[in-house]
């Protein structure tokens, strides 16, 4: 085998090697390029939902500080509205207590101006010490500046009570009583003043009260 034969198989191999690493080193450099491209893709497409998702957090993170600025409108606004409630029921309650209070006074006011010109009105108290049942009348001067008679007030024996008073209420100094017994007979009259009892004319006893609003009157036989 000669030399140059040898040389050129030689550079034969040498080119052969050198277009093979020239195609993989070109094949890599594609195949890099290719897999650099997808990863910008992929990068940007990341880039991107990364994006749409901070934009999608921005929007709801706007609308909840709407939402939370609304929120402290509505209570700012219920808080000036109980406010203005409570401060107005304030006023009405304080309304209330003075009216109550000047209430209160025109009370005590006409309370002391009844109690200064309270009249006390005359009684007769009758007592009948009898064993037998009676019946009285009486004349007396009202207050409506005329004179009344009265009849019958029936007392059983031993029984005491009242006549007059405010049921019939008189500040005359002086009246005319008459009394009889159940059977008709037993009396006690007198000739101060007469007047008609059941179609009768009757004598009277005038009794004064003198200084006294009472006056006692004892029937006895």
Excluded at 16 to 28: I, V
Excluded at 160 to 187: C, Q, R
Aim: charged share 30%; net charge negative; aromatic share 12%.
């Amino acid at each position: 085998m000669n030399t140059d034969f040898l040389i050129k198989k030689r550079d034969e191999l040498i080119l052969d090697d050198y277009l093979k690493r020239l195609a993989f080193t070109a094949e890599g450099k594609n195949l890099l390029e290719l897999e650099n491209a997808d990863l910008k893709q992929k990068l940007y497409k990341s880039a991107f939902n990364e994006k749409s998702i901070i934009a999608d957090g921005e929007k709801k993170l706007a609308s909840l500080r709407l939402e939370n600025s609304d929120l402290k409108q509505k209570i700012h606004e219920s808080t000036a509205r109980e406010k203005a409630t409570i401060a107005a029921k304030k006023i009405e309650i304080d309304s209330l207590r003075l009216e109550n209070y000047n209430l209160t006074q025109e009370l005590n006011e006409l309370t002391e101006l009844i109690e200064d010109n309270s009249v006390n009105y005359k009684t007769i108290t009758i007592e009948n010490t009898t064993s037998q049942p009676i019946k009285v009348a009486v004349i007396y001067y009202g207050i409506d500046e005329m004179w009344h008679t009265l009849y019958w007030w029936r007392y059983s024996p031993k029984e005491k009570s009242y006549i007059l008073g405010d049921a019939h209420p008189s500040t005359n100094s002086f009246f005319y009583i008459y009394a009889v017994s159940e059977d008709g007979y037993y009396s006690w009259s007198g000739d101060d003043h007469h007047g008609y009892i059941d179609g009768s004319i009757e004598g009277f006893i005038k009794c004064d009260f003198g200084d006294e609003d009472n006056f006692q009157w004892g029937l006895t036989l």
